[in-house]
């Protein structure tokens, strides 16, 4: 409750961050009682005032309908205002906007455009989310050595999906030499970063004695666990 009084009082003060601040503990109801219109004012405020971070949250609010009428077109427009303050954040919530049509046009090119935008900023699920776009051709020419790239600069921020993603790369052998041994490694690291989909994969190496020595009590260890993460697809093998 300190920590919101002193956030308000910055943001009284003129300080957009202590705007922002104070809207994500009303948002989040930190040491307070949750209040989505007490956080939509501050985020309104906090985003006139110049901050990014204040304008995506602020869609993110449009685009849920929290507090406030559902409206895409305005989220959309809010995704936009803080991309173009440089919020990674802003620039990848704006590219899903295109590739899925949400408030604006459907239009595949500008969400690669924005996705390679949040990843040269250092967003992780940009880098996977234009990785996909490579793997796939979508938005953008088909290039596996490219989405190979981009899923390996993703795991190396952290993303487990990204090193989920470059496990399989390694096991298929697509955009880089097919390294089993790799695979693993990079599978297991994504499985202990707590990806669902990595750890079944992970069960199938070790069923089918892949890149390691077979050991079906491991593959059904992994099952269980992926199972318990909620993979359904786990559950049944």
């Known amino acids: 409750a300190e920590a919101i009084t002193y956030f308000e009082k910055a943001c009284n003060m003129g300080n957009a961050n202590g705007c922002d601040n104070a809207g994500l503990a009303y948002a989040k109801g930190n040491g307070i009682q949750k209040d989505y219109n007490k956080a939509l004012a501050l985020f309104q405020k906090a985003c006139s005032m110049g901050n990014p971070d204040g304008c995506d949250r602020l869609g993110v609010f449009y685009a849920k309908g929290m507090g406030i009428k559902q409206n895409n077109k305005k989220a959309a427009e809010y995704f936009e205002k803080s991309c173009n303050m440089n919020d990674p954040k802003g620039c990848f919530d704006l590219a899903i906007a295109y590739d899925d049509g949400i408030g604006v046009n459907k239009d ?130």
């Open 108 to 237: 595949y090119t500008k969400g690669a455009t924005f996705a390679k935008k949040a990843c040269d900023m250092g967003f992780a699920k940009g880098c996977d989310g234009l990785a996909f776009m490579y793997a796939e051709g979508i938005g953008v020419k088909k290039d596996s050595t490219k989405a190979f790239e981009l899923y390996k600069k993703s795991c190396e921020m952290g993303s487990a999906d990204g090193c989920g993603n470059l496990g399989i790369d390694y096991a298929e052998g697509n955009g880089v030499q097919k390294d089993s041994k790799k695979a693993i490694f990079y599978l297991n690291k994504s499985c202990q970063m707590g990806s669902s989909k990595s750890c079944y994969n992970l069960g199938l190496m070790y069923a089918n004695g892949i890149g390691i020595k077979k050991d079906s009590e491991k593959a059904k260890e992994l099952y269980k666990k992926a199972c318990k993460m909620g993979y359904t697809k786990a559950c049944s093998s």
